[in-house]
């Protein structure tokens, strides 16, 4: 038999997909997946969002004019199969890589990445500033659609944007991605909201046979205009209020449609192209579709690492051969021990249980942790609300997501001195994920906030003490921000030790030079330190443990010995560790060469951890050479 031309060879552009015919979708599709499948199981990334949307990213760019059409991926992490249809394919295989491409969409990569993303929900509203341009710069036949998940709607932004587009009345193509999954399962009722629409089989039929009957028409005419009309009509007394969700928001509801039907999601597409006014079309999807042990664990395939794409057998990574814990399982089996003892505490996550390991806290202790959805500013708020009444909330958020909820750690938490413990997972450089996820402001916007505790521990041990002395009666607001990763000891469940608030300690004593860290640095101080002292360099190293309140006996016994002084952070140097230690220095009336080494006033792109480190300059090589040319030896 002659083997099936590839057509994904061929498709160097939409453009090319363009001249297919509608049949030859589903086999375009087939090689896509084939193509995802393949390049993920040896070069890592998120991998099921990117397989459900395959019908869905074909469909689209063959039915809308891409680049004219500004096409908006919600995250972006789902965006690998546009990448590949945009000119991407042969640059595939550096995804997330080093000087590579990014695994988001990008404005700068390509003109068909109509909108930088990474965090979630932002799609509507940029989609409809898209749509106002378009209005203002009078361009009528430049369509504007966007790509949304149901994990990412339950994002407050998402809804901000839908209340804004149904007032301007702009032409605005929503599509809610629905596979009924965030990273894991989602929740909340929006979440239940969308299964009540999806299962309604009435509802499902009549959709159904409405879009048939729209089929038969010739483009959307009077007639076909009158159709839309009356069906919506009909939809609101079938439906009752189950559509009136966004209906409300003066969107037209379409769907639920199957969203791996790719000649029926086209068909429809081409549909709703001509339909003017907010729109929301409703998609079902599987995760992971078409790799089977993708579709069976979703959660462990959203971004699997390498696996074997026979098996489906997913590596472990090295460390976890060393048997070092991540720092998230640290922080996992730490707050369920810590719950134990003491019953105020409760666990919240905004839609990270399996990524910060509060999911084992929710499986042991189902009542007393929290997945409140992607709703970082909620999370927040949520737990004042808890510490308000007592309760002692863990409030673990990534640092990068952190970034959204400022106005509440400031607003609902510090002004009232709540004891809220945040749990900043992820802080400090992320690696492959790049500049949207890099954790590396949270030292800089914690520390200027009046009440708050800000803390950074070295290791996995310091962390599981911070988070015992966090929790104890007395205490504020309490930051503990610790990296993404493995940690260094095997051994790492000691006995609870009380760390003192705001005191850091030395971990080698030296006479030339001064190095202080905090956090994750410090291991590559300690072996930076160990470097010079084959040099002769007698070099001392402080873990500062606290940047606020910063150890000030600590720096006073520092600046009186040392005249030269390097300050190590895995953040942003302005605004950060550094700059905390040059103003204490500067207000007591020293005077040191210091040298800040951190992340410079730029964003950091994608990469490894240690080319990233190596890049800013503040691995164990950079704090060797710094402390070189300080000493100029
Ligand atoms: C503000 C923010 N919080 C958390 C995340 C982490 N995150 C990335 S994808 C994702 C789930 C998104 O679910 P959905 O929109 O349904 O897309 P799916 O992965 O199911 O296709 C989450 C929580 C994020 N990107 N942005």
């Known amino acids: 038999m002659e083997e099936a031309k590839k057509l994904l060879n061929e498709i160097n552009e939409p453009a090319d997909l363009r001249e297919l015919a509608v049949e030859e979708l589903p086999q375009v599709c087939s090689e896509l997946r084939d193509f995802i499948i393949d390049v993920l199981s040896s070069n890592p990334g998120h991998f099921g969002a990117s397989l459900g949307v395959v019908e869905l990213t074909v469909a689209l760019h063959y039915v809308y004019n891409t680049p004219y059409d500004q096409l908006i991926w919600d995250v972006g992490h789902q965006a690998y199969g546009h990448k590949i249809l945009t000119g991407r394919r042969d640059i595939f295989e550096t995804n997330r890589k080093y000087k590579g491409i990014s695994g988001f969409p990008k404005r700068s990569e390509s003109e068909y990445d109509a909108f930088g993303v990474g965090h979630s929900s932002t799609s509507i509203s940029a989609a409809l500033g898209m749509s106002v341009a378009a209005k203002l710069n009078n361009e009528p036949n430049r369509k504007i659609v966007a790509v949304i998940g149901d994990g990412a709607m339950t994002g407050g932004l998402a809804f901000e944007g839908l209340n804004n587009a149904g007032v301007e009345n702009s032409d605005l193509l929503v599509i809610l991605n629905d596979n009924n999954m965030s990273i894991d399962p989602n929740v909340g009722g929006i979440h239940q909201y969308l299964l009540n629409i999806s299962k309604s089989q009435t509802y499902n039929r009549f959709k159904r046979e409405v879009w048939e009957g729209l089929g038969r028409l010739n483009g959307f005419g009077p007639r076909a205009r009158r159709l839309v009309q009356k069906t919506e009509h009909a939809f609101k007394n079938i439906l009752l209020k189950q559509s009136n969700l966004f209906e409300a928001f003066n969107f037209r509801y379409f769907g639920p449609v199957d969203g791996h039907d790719v000649v029926y999601l086209a068909k429809v597409l081409r549909d709703l192209k001509d339909i003017p006014g907010p729109k929301l079309l409703h998609i079902l999807t599987q995760k992971g579709k078409g790799f089977k042990q993708a579709e069976i664990n979703q959660t462990r395939f959203h971004a699997p690492g390498r696996f074997d794409k026979s098996t489906g057998e997913i590596y472990s990574c090295e460390c976890e051969i060393e048997k070092a814990p991540k720092f998230q399982n640290v922080f996992g089996e730490t707050i369920v021990e810590l719950a134990e003892q003491n019953d105020k505490i409760v666990g919240v996550t905004p839609a990270m249980p399996t990524g910060c390991s509060l999911n084992i806290m929710m499986e042991k ?201 390097i300050t190590v952070e895995d953040g942003v140097i302005k605004g950060g560790f550094g700059s905390a230690v040059a103003e204490f220095m500067v207000e007591n009336g020293y005077s040191a060469k210091l040298k800040f080494l951190g992340v410079p006033d730029a964003f950091v792109e994608q990469g490894s951890l240690d080319e990233l480190y190596r890049e800013c300059g503040f691995d164990m090589v950079g704090i060797y050479k710094s402390a070189l040319e300080m000493l100029e030896k």
């Open 365 to 565: 202790m189902p009542g007393r942790a929290f997945d409140v959805g992607i709703a970082e500013q909620h999370a927040v708020t949520f737990s004042a609300g808890l510490a308000a009444r007592g309760m002692i909330p863990f409030c673990n958020i990534y640092s990068t997501f952190m970034q959204r909820a400022y106005d509440q750690v400031v607003h609902d938490v510090a002004i009232q001195n709540l004891h809220v413990v945040f749990c900043l997972d992820r802080g400090g450089l992320v690696g492959e994920d790049g500049a949207t996820h890099h954790g590396v402001f949270d030292l800089a916007f914690m520390r200027n906030i009046p009440n708050m505790v800000v803390s950074a521990p070295m290791d996995e041990i310091d962390l599981r003490n911070l988070m015992y002395t966090a929790q104890l009666e007395g205490n504020g607001p309490f930051s503990i921000r610790y990296p993404r990763g493995c940690g260094i000891y095997a051994n790492w469940k000691k006995p609870f030790q009380k760390i003192e608030i705001g005191k850091g300690r030395i971990i080698a004593e030296g006479n030339d030079i001064a190095i202080l860290t905090i956090g994750k640095p410090g291991i590559f101080a300690k072996r930076a330190v160990k470097k010079l002292q084959k040099e002769n360099i007698s070099a001392a190293h402080y873990d500062m443990r606290f940047i606020k309140p910063l150890d000030e006996d600590l720096l006073h016994s520092v600046f009186k010995k040392f005249n030269t002084v």
